[in-house]
């Protein structure tokens, strides 16, 4: 499944909209769980969203739910989030992760198999 690459991050002004996307190669995307999370220095590296393999099971942090939005598209291998109302606290790097093997969402870290790069989201106030 690997490399996956993360993309769409930027600058962006509170209030603003961005969709990240999550490119991965090889096959059998469609047998992994694929999750968002993000690192603001120096804070650990947190859950944001995930969406399990059938895509039927979502899951977002509190602090995101109801502004963040997770899709999947297996025929090009893509993951999504789609981020609206951003506020400068959604400001850190994004990553997208894989979690294999036909497996529901986690909020750990550690259950995730496959990472991609992160991408830079940067909101102003």
């Known amino acids: 499944l690997v490399p996956m690459t993360a993309s769409g991050g930027g600058l962006v002004e509170a209030g603003g909209s961005l969709r990240l996307s999550c490119i991965a190669s090889?096959?059998?995307?469609?047998?992994?769980?694929m999750g968002w999370f993000r690192q603001s220095s120096p804070n650990e590296r947190e859950v944001v969203s995930c969406?399990?393999?059938?895509?039927?099971?979502?899951y977002y942090r509190d602090s995101v739910k109801g502004r963040f939005t997770i899709s999947r598209d297996n025929p090009t291998n893509a993951a999504y989030l789609h981020m609206s109302s951003l506020k400068p606290e959604d400001t850190a790097t994004y990553y997208c992760a894989a979690r294999s093997w036909r497996t529901d969402c986690s909020v750990r870290e550690a259950d995730f198999d496959y990472w991609g790069q992160g991408t830079q989201v940067t909101v102003s106030p």
């Open positions: 090889g096959s059998a995307f469609e047998d992994y769980a």
């Open positions: 969406i399990s393999w059938k895509g039927d099971k979502t």
